[in-house]
């Protein structure tokens, strides 16, 4: 069993910043790639940022300059800095990663957490 557990979502004025942090939990064998998505009301979930077990990233067109991906390997735990926020950064935003369990060694699933409603409104 695994679980994802966000934290760190809510409202902030135009060009305010939020950090969310995202950790994994349970019979962990090995983690791959953990990112960040989130889905905006009417629309299509959207990648925001990856980052693989080595910390190489890759982040969205829309958001580069002003978030910022990383993770803590030892605390199975990824980060999104959010900084300069929009009101177009308003959405639910989900943690994401790839996991083997200790009965699933070898077999990497993708896990999703609850998702974190940020809102950024003045």
């Known amino acids: 069993q695994v679980e994802l557990v966000e934290s760190g979502g809510g409202l902030v004025q135009p060009g305010g910043s939020l950090r969310l942090s995202c950790a994994a939990s349970?019979?962990?064998?090995?983690?791959?790639?953990m990112g960040w998505y989130r889905q905006a009301p009417g629309k299509q979930r959207e990648l925001v940022a990856t980052?693989?077990?080595?910390?190489?990233?890759n982040t969205a067109d829309s958001v580069k300059g002003r978030f910022t991906i990383s993770r803590d390997n030892a605390k199975n735990t990824v980060y999104l800095q959010m900084n300069t926020l929009k009101p177009e950064d308003t959405a639910v935003y989900y943690c994401?990663?790839?996991?083997?369990?200790?009965?699933?060694?070898?077999?990497?699933?993708?896990?999703w957490g609850q998702g974190t409603q940020v809102t950024v409104s003045s």
């Open positions: 994401n990663a790839r996991i083997s369990t200790v009965q699933t060694m070898g077999v990497n699933n993708d896990y």
């Open positions: 349970g019979s962990i064998f090995w983690i791959g790639s």
């Open positions: 980052t693989t077990s080595s910390g190489s990233a």
